[in-house]
């Protein structure tokens, strides 16, 4: 693929743009075909937009100052060497003519996602809160810039603190758009900076509530609950909460931890709790229902979960609370429901391939209806 300078008129005007192309072989031999149309042209014919040195309130989402949108004019060099895109220190960007035949690529870098990943953390301001929440020392990069290069990395889909120490960091840009440089941090730093980050959960996780609230003006009334758990491969000896229960990893030799989480129905993460590897999940739901209440405020919320939370007591609890709830079944309980099932009137399509009705329990006190 190549890009290309296009231009055409409308209305009268004229207009150029930037197109990427690529080569393509027809029965009447090769011909270019356009494959998007990138942006409208900057450069000698245009204004610049924006430029390196306004990197900061772009990714904050700010306006800059109108003294600093007017770009210096254009001005062609006749230079034999090689020329490039120039700018000196606090001045605009200067466009020169480039000797395309002359120019070779090195150093390939991924910045188009960790822009997008910093920009989020940016217009979240998460960078000012931890710069309130964690004090400095003597460190050359800040706990801030670390933490912010772990949520990144996990943003562009990588999986270990080991991949971004070794190889993920220094093929990216950014070192440029944080001034890290790949070979002041190691996996030891960045293992730290969790511990360093957890230390902060309930401010993090409320700070990140009130810019959800007021970005899309939800109520959190409808969450998710269930339990998973992570195991450790060695004596896990430093960790108290550290024991040996039911693995869903199938690592019954392994110590484990279980975490409990609530989401909103889009996935977005409200709470997590760490609990003993050895807790049962039935018996951590009063647990999480109170520390919900305790940090935003008893209301009339639904709870989903899965059967494995469901026992008489848990149910009592919630209605004690004034909490709606819509859990799985026991399956000893589906033999009431035997002869409904069976029915093929009364079902209405929620999805497709997907039918459900509402029925009340068959004893009759109307306490609970249940969706089948």
Same mark, same amino acid.
Do not use: H
């Given at each position: 693929m190549f890009s290309r300078r296009r231009s055409k008129v409308v209305g009268g005007e004229r207009y150029e743009y930037w197109s990427l192309c690529e080569s393509v072989r027809t029965a009447a031999g090769p011909r270019q075909r356009e494959v998007a149309c990138l942006s409208k042209l900057t450069g000698p014919d245009a204004a610049v937009e924006a430029g390196w040195e306004d990197l900061d309130d772009l990714l904050a =989402?700010?306006?800059?100052?109108?003294?600093?949108?007017?770009?210096?004019?254009? *001005? *062609?060099?006749?230079?034999?060497?090689?020329? @490039?895109?120039?700018?000196?220190?606090?001045?605009?960007?200067?466009w020169e003519y480039a000797d395309l035949g002359q120019l070779r690529v090195e150093r390939v870098r991924a910045f188009g996602a960790p822009y997008l990943a910093l920009s989020l953390w940016r217009r979240l301001g998460l960078d000012e809160l931890l710069g309130r929440l964690i004090e400095p020392g003597r460190e050359e990069v800040s706990w801030e810039r670390v933490c912010c290069l772990l949520t990144v990395a996990r943003f562009c889909g990588q999986p270990s603190e080991l991949a971004i120490a070794e190889r993920w960091l220094e093929r990216t840009a950014l070192d440029d758009l944080l001034g890290l440089a790949a070979g002041r941090l190691n996996d030891d730093r960045l293992y730290r900076a969790l511990d360093v980050l957890g230390a902060h959960k309930d401010a993090l996780c409320a700070h990140l509530l009130a810019r959800y609230q007021s970005w899309f003006g939800v109520r959190f009334e409808f969450l998710l609950y269930d339990v998973t $758990?992570?195991?450790?491969?060695?004596?896990?000896? =430093?960790? *108290?909460? @550290?024991?040996? =229960?039911? $693995?869903?990893d199938q690592r019954s030799d392994c110590k484990q931890v279980c975490i409990a989480l609530v989401v909103t129905p889009e996935g977005l993460p409200l709470s997590f709790e760490v609990f003993d590897g050895n807790r049962a999940d039935v018996s951590t739901v009063e647990d999480v229902v109170r520390v919900m209440e305790e940090k935003y405020g008893q209301s009339e919320r639904v709870w989903v979960m899965d059967r494995g939370m469901v026992s008489e007591k848990n149910i009592a609890f919630l209605r004690s609370r004034r909490a709606r709830y819509l859990v799985g079944t026991p399956k000893s309980q589906l033999k009431h429901f035997e002869a409904k099932l069976l029915e093929t009137e009364g079902w209405t399509e929620v999805q497709a391939g997907l039918e459900a009705r509402v029925e009340r329990h068959p004893d009759g006190r109307g306490e609970e209806q249940f969706v089948l």
């Open positions: =989402g700010r306006q800059r100052p109108r003294a600093q949108q007017q770009s210096l004019p254009f *001005e *062609e060099t006749k230079s034999s060497q090689p020329a @490039a895109v120039a700018a000196a220190a606090g001045a605009r960007s200067r $758990s992570t195991f450790f491969e060695g004596q896990a000896l =430093g960790n *108290e909460k @550290a024991r040996r =229960g039911y $693995s869903r």
